[in-house]
T-cell receptor
């Protein structure tokens, strides 16, 4: 079946530190991979996505590369800011086998301190 | 740009009552998805509709039902509410079902509290 495993949090970093949030997946088909961010009290916002192997998604300084050989989609940012404090969800969608529903990881809470 | 609209944003109900949550997708989007996010948990897929027909079903309890109307808005009806139904309910919309490449746009959610 389809599933997403995310690095457990919470994660606390100082401003300008390097961020990595690990995400690995299992899928029966050829999934698309996503990172969503959720700020306190708000809905999910798409951060970046990749639709095939070796694609790199990037947005707002965040990057993630779709690695089929390691079934991973780790999120990275070179220098985090206080405003990056949020919960980050890795997700996959495997429409060939399971419609277009999303499978989410458990979320990783990030707190960036000044 | 128009986003997904959900109403109400907050809802408080008593046990065994019913609740109706509404979702208005982005204009021209024909696919709607419902997710349930319990406290501190990841969103769980409930059900989806494409062109007013149910397209996929997840972990939606039998006490819940949903439909998509001719204007593509969707309603999630919840009956015999239980304490465990307290959660944030997200609606998402997309244009078509053509692969996971179609991004799902999420609404702000409806926070349901069952007392």
């Amino acid at each position: 079946g389809n599933s997403v495993t995310q690095m457990e949090g919470p994660v606390t970093l100082s401003e300008e530190a390097f961020l990595t949030i690990n995400c690995t997946y299992t899928a029966t088909g050829y999934p698309s991979l996503f990172w969503y961010v959720q700020y306190p009290g708000e809905g999910l916002q798409l951060l970046l996505k990749a639709t095939k192997a070796d694609d790199k998604g990037s947005n707002k300084g965040f990057e993630a590369t779709y690695r089929k050989e390691t079934t991973s989609f780790h999120l990275e940012k070179g220098s985090v800011q206080v405003s990056d404090s949020a919960v980050y969800f890795c997700a996959l969608s495997d429409s060939l086998n399971t419609g277009n529903q999303f499978y989410f990881g458990t979320g990783t809470s990030l707190t960036v301190i000044p | 740009a128009a986003g997904v609209i959900q109403s109400p944003r907050h809802l408080i109900k008593e046990k065994r009552e019913t609740a109706t949550l509404k979702c208005y997708p982005i204009p021209r989007h024909d696919t709607v998805y419902w997710y349930q996010q319990g406290p501190g948990q990841d969103p769980q897929f409930l059900i989806s509709f494409y062109e007013k027909m149910q397209s996929d079903k997840g972990s939606i309890p039998d006490r819940f039902s949903a439909q998509q109307f001719s204007d593509y808005h969707s309603e999630l009806n919840m009956s015999s509410l239980e304490l465990g139904d307290s959660a944030l309910y997200f609606c998402a919309s997309s244009l078509g079902l053509a692969g996971g490449r179609n991004e799902q746009f999420f609404g702000p959610g409806t926070r349901l509290t069952v007392l």
